[in-house]
């Protein structure tokens, strides 16, 4: 037996004895995610135990390093950790803007003390973070940005709007773009991390079609950022942004890969129109593009896996990220268009219990900003064709 193999049976058994039943079980709503925080209130105590013993083992965060709070796993052992989890449908035991990008940008950036400071609590869960790029002003065109940082000495004083801050009303720290020079354009941002509890910060949620709303505007009036909480150099934060941005566009185009537990579209499909004499769907058009649609899915699960070795690894070209993250959108809108066809009228009800709030309609909504969040489809396309086709500008 070889090492990893040994490692794929411990893992396996620690797994089996360790992660609770109900958190095995496919996610019912929005509540059965755990983002952790100050603020956090574990929707059972299951998540909370589940929670505590992977941050415990370092596997909230497997490939970080032990001494900031990681597993210390190698690439192939968190593969294997990844794939004994979704064996078994275990959920993720914490989702976070500061695992999925903050973490790896003050990895490659960060001083040790940020490192330490940041890190562990992001690990365990006991900070929830949020992201200050997009402004009224500086949306695809994210380096016009004008939210300054004015040096008073010791510290930054911060005046500006952020908007499409996801989960800002909710969060506890702040990962912000700032002018700290109008000279130029790119060459004039820094990067900084803040408490957004912060005398001067206030958050006003934007409603979307779906009736939820994971997005803000948030308002700096006048906030001191002590110069420590500054990220690599001053003034060159934009390649702080450029790295996170790729990291972020992996997170989104997990999207594609759809939740662990269960299979909803097929489920649901079944549940509306039944099943043939044959075993199969009875609705021959709904199951053909179904078919379609899986053998997409899979293929783009193929690919997320070599993406993601190759990523890690730093052998992922440039703009690959921006392919990952328009193709996984394009699959999670497609896989959400499906879902409402097998559901059929019913699929559009709004408010009942029995179709928990109108779960399915509302997530179909929300899959409308997929092409926009973490960058527009339009501008992924034009940096694939560039980058990736070398097409003319």
Same mark, same amino acid.
């Given at each position: 037996?070889?090492?990893?193999?040994?490692?794929?049976?411990?893992?396996?058994?620690?797994?089996?004895?360790?992660?609770?039943?109900?958190?095995?079980?496919?996610?019912?709503?929005?509540?059965?995610?755990?983002?952790?925080?100050?603020?956090?209130?574990?929707?059972?105590?299951?998540?909370?135990?589940?929670?505590?013993?992977?941050?415990?083992?370092?596997?909230?965060?497997?490939?970080?390093?032990?001494?900031?709070?990681?597993?210390?796993?190698?690439?192939?052992?968190?593969?294997?950790?990844?794939?004994?989890?979704?064996?078994?449908?275990?959920?993720?035991?914490?989702?976070?803007?500061?695992?999925?990008?903050?973490?790896?940008?003050?990895?490659?950036?960060?001083?040790?003390?940020?490192?330490?400071?940041?890190? !562990?609590?992001?690990?365990?869960?006991?900070?929830?973070?949020?992201?200050?790029?997009? +402004?009224? =002003?500086? %949306?695809? /065109?994210? $380096?016009?940005?004008?939210?300054?940082?004015?040096?008073?000495?010791?510290?930054?004083?911060?005046?500006?709007?952020?908007?499409?801050?996801?989960?800002?009303?909710?969060?506890?720290?702040?990962?912000?773009?700032?002018?700290?020079?109008?000279?130029?354009?790119?060459?004039?941002?820094?990067?900084?991390?803040?408490?957004?509890?912060?005398?001067?910060?206030?958050?006003?949620?934007?409603?979307?079609?779906?009736?939820?709303?994971?997005?803000?505007? !948030?308002?700096?009036?006048?906030?001191?950022?002590?110069?420590?909480?500054?990220?690599? +150099?001053? =003034?060159? %934060?934009? /390649?702080? $942004?450029?790295?996170?941005?790729?990291?972020?566009?992996?997170?989104?185009?997990?999207?594609?890969?759809?939740?662990?537990?269960?299979?909803?579209?097929?489920?649901?499909?079944?549940?509306?129109?039944?099943?043939?004499?044959?075993?199969?769907?009875?609705?021959?058009?709904?199951?053909?593009?179904?078919?379609?649609?899986?053998?997409?899915?899979?293929?783009?699960?193929?690919?997320?896996?070599?993406?993601?070795?190759?990523?890690?690894?730093?052998?992922?070209?440039?703009?690959?990220?921006?392919?990952?993250?328009?193709?996984?959108?394009?699959?999670?809108?497609?896989?959400?268009?499906?879902?409402?066809?097998?559901?059929?009228?019913?699929?559009?009800?709004?408010?009942?219990?029995?179709?928990?709030?109108?779960?399915?309609?509302?997530?179909?909504?929300?899959?409308?900003?997929?092409?926009?969040?973490?960058?527009?489809?339009?501008?992924?396309?034009?940096?694939?064709?560039?980058?990736?086709?070398?097409?003319?500008?």
């Amino acid at each position: 037996m070889t090492d990893l193999d040994q490692f794929r049976s411990e893992t396996r058994a620690w797994l089996a004895e360790n992660c609770p039943p109900e958190m095995r079980e496919p996610l019912r709503s929005e509540k059965d995610v755990c983002w952790g925080g100050r603020n956090y209130v574990p929707s059972s105590p299951a998540q909370k135990e589940w929670l505590d013993r992977m941050a415990a083992r370092g596997w909230t965060v497997p490939d970080w390093p032990k001494a900031y709070g990681g597993g210390g796993l190698s690439a192939a052992e968190t593969k294997v950790l990844r794939e004994e989890m979704a064996a078994i449908n275990a959920r993720n035991p914490l989702n976070s803007f500061g695992i999925s990008m903050l973490g790896p940008a003050l990895l490659k950036y960060g001083t040790e003390e940020q490192k330490v400071d940041h890190l !562990t609590k992001i690990a365990r869960g006991e900070i929830r973070w949020c992201q200050g790029y997009s +402004e009224p =002003n500086a %949306g695809s /065109d994210l $380096a016009s940005l004008a939210t300054s940082a004015d040096d008073k000495g010791d510290h930054y004083l911060v005046n500006g709007q952020k908007v499409w801050t996801s989960y800002a009303d909710q969060a506890d720290w702040i990962f912000c773009l700032v002018r700290t020079d109008k000279t130029s354009k790119q060459g004039g941002i820094s990067f900084v991390l803040f408490d957004m509890a912060s005398p001067g910060v206030s958050t006003r949620p934007i409603l979307l079609i779906s009736g939820n709303s994971p997005f803000c505007e !948030t308002f700096f009036d006048d906030v001191k950022v002590p110069k420590a909480n500054l990220v690599h +150099e001053e =003034n060159k %934060g934009w /390649d702080v $942004a450029k790295y996170l941005l790729g990291h972020e566009r992996e997170m989104i185009s997990g999207m594609g890969l759809g939740h662990s537990g269960g299979n909803p579209l097929i489920d649901g499909a079944i549940a509306t129109v039944g099943l043939d004499h044959d075993g199969r769907l009875a609705d021959p058009l709904l199951r053909a593009s179904i078919a379609v649609f899986e053998v997409r899915a899979r293929a783009f699960g193929a690919m997320s896996e070599r993406f993601i070795d190759e990523l890690k690894a730093g052998r992922a070209h440039p703009a690959q990220p921006s392919m990952m993250k328009y193709y996984g959108t394009e699959l999670n809108k497609t896989r959400h268009e499906l879902m409402m066809s097998a559901g059929g009228s019913d699929a559009l009800e709004w408010d009942s219990d029995r179709s928990r709030g109108g779960a399915a309609a509302r997530s179909w909504l929300r899959t409308k900003a997929n092409s926009i969040e973490g960058g527009t489809s339009e501008i992924q396309l034009n940096i694939v064709a560039k980058r990736i086709l070398d097409l003319p500008a």
